[in-house]
């Protein structure tokens, strides 16, 4: 099958393809947000231990640490739209379990066999999914393509949250797990409805004598070559040592220091992702208005202070307003960098690029996962989000220096 080669022009709400991709992922979306509360409290609630929630986001985070390395070589040999079904269905499969052999008792050792092979397996749904938009939407649409994906998952993120805690409090976390496992396959069936032309990409002749480990790190080499995408997945490789595990660390706070049910975590989180949804609609705009370099340091700055404010919120209220403020910051931020990052990459290469920024960015996270696990349990909620927050307003402060700074680093 050959390409789509037509350019991707006028509005994406007349693109049928991308429309139905669209909704397709915001279903999907909507159900991982089920197993985003689910999961943690499934732990908590049999172990009730906070050093168990961070350890076992740190080895599902270490799984998707390992599959990147193979993701992006995936996503840029095969044919991706069949790789996005697939990895739904797998996700399907492993997610079901769950609640299945839940039935016949309580088994946490499940969740540490289960949750790494489906975050392996996302890590490749994403590094595909990441390459695919740039095929529907082609490069000039790109950002605001990512900013609608962006914003209805977050719409659909604020009440899957909130029905999660409900789903939660009174048939189980399970309950909310087997809801997730069926958006993976509503995710399937809206990719299957998509045409196949609008993913391939023409293949490059690899280079005669080329080692086939060059394959694995050349995404890497691109990264490394360009002066904006270096830095920015250096400072974003500590950003997210700090941040990875900071959903588990805001529902101890709710649950331990503020005594609060599962029902208020869910509608906390789904005020907070109200914030998300914000941000994503907003991010085309401002970069428009601001450039590439002014509001992604803006951003960080802001999700530093967010942080901090973390820290000193007294009331369910004032978690959930600071974490909507801090969500939104950071979609702005991820939405300008994943664009950044389309923008400057060959098709041909963009698996392997996606794949080895995911790699190298997530590197630290599972060890900071753990850590802040580790030290919630030890020092309280509140040393660690004073800790993150000043960490993240340093990051911003080198990003100054760096060349992240200029406004159009797409147009060098």
């Not at 994406?12 to 139905?20: I, N």
């Not at 509360?37 to 499934?42: G, K, Q, R």
């Not at 009331?315 to 950071?330: D, E, H, K, P």
């Not at 690029?353 to 309280?380: E, K, Q």
């Amino acid at each position: 099958m050959k390409a789509d080669t037509r350019p991707a022009t006028g509005s994406l709400w007349r693109d049928r393809d991308f429309l139905v991709f669209w909704c397709a992922q915001t279903l999907s979306v909507a159900g991982d947000s089920f197993a985003l509360i689910a999961v943690p409290l499934l732990v908590l609630n049999v172990t009730g231990s906070v050093a168990q929630m961070g350890l076992l986001t740190g080895v599902s985070g270490a799984a998707s640490v390992a599959a990147g390395v193979f993701a992006g070589v995936l996503a840029d040999r095969f044919d991706r739209r069949r790789l996005l079904i697939t990895c739904d269905i797998v996700r399907l499969v492993l997610y079901a379990t769950i609640p299945v052999v839940w039935v016949f008792g309580q088994h946490v050792w499940l969740l540490y066999a289960v949750l790494p092979m489906a975050a392996a397996v996302g890590m490749l749904f994403q590094v595909t999914y990441v390459a695919a938009v740039r095929g529907l939407a082609g490069e000039t649409r790109v950002t605001e393509a990512n900013g609608m994906l962006y914003a209805t998952a977050a719409a659909a993120g604020i009440l899957g949250p909130s029905l999660a805690g409900v789903v939660t409090g009174h048939l189980g976390p399970t309950a909310a797990i087997a809801l997730n496992a069926a958006s993976f396959g509503l995710s399937a069936v809206g990719v299957l409805l998509t045409r196949a032309s609008r993913y391939v990409v023409e293949p490059v002749e690899p280079t005669p004598g080329r080692r086939p480990w060059r394959e694995l790190v050349a995404g890497a080499e691109f990264l490394f070559r360009h002066p904006v995408l270096r830095t920015l997945t250096i400072l974003l490789s500590f950003f997210i040592f700090m941040t990875l595990g900071l959903t588990d660390i805001v529902i101890y706070r709710l649950k331990h220091d503020l005594g609060q049910t599962d029902s208020v975590v869910g509608v906390v989180l789904g005020v907070g992702a109200a914030g998300t949804m914000v941000g994503s609609m907003l991010v085309a705009r401002m970069r428009r208005m601001l450039g590439f370099g002014p509001l992604w340091i803006g951003a960080q700055v802001v999700s530093g202070l967010a942080i901090l404010g973390l820290g000193l919120a007294g009331s369910v209220w004032g978690v959930a307003a600071i974490m909507a403020l801090y969500l939104a910051c950071v979609s702005l931020a991820g939405i300008c960098s994943m664009s950044l990052r389309q923008q400057v990459t060959p098709a041909h290469l963009l698996g392997r690029v996606t794949s080895a920024f995911w790699t190298i960015h997530f590197s630290l996270g599972p060890v900071g996962a753990a850590a802040l696990g580790w030290a919630a349990a030890r020092h309280g909620a509140t040393a660690v989000f004073i800790f993150a927050g000043a960490s993240c307003l340093l990051l911003a402060l080198v990003a100054l220096a760096t060349p992240v700074r200029q406004r159009h680093p797409e147009r060098a």
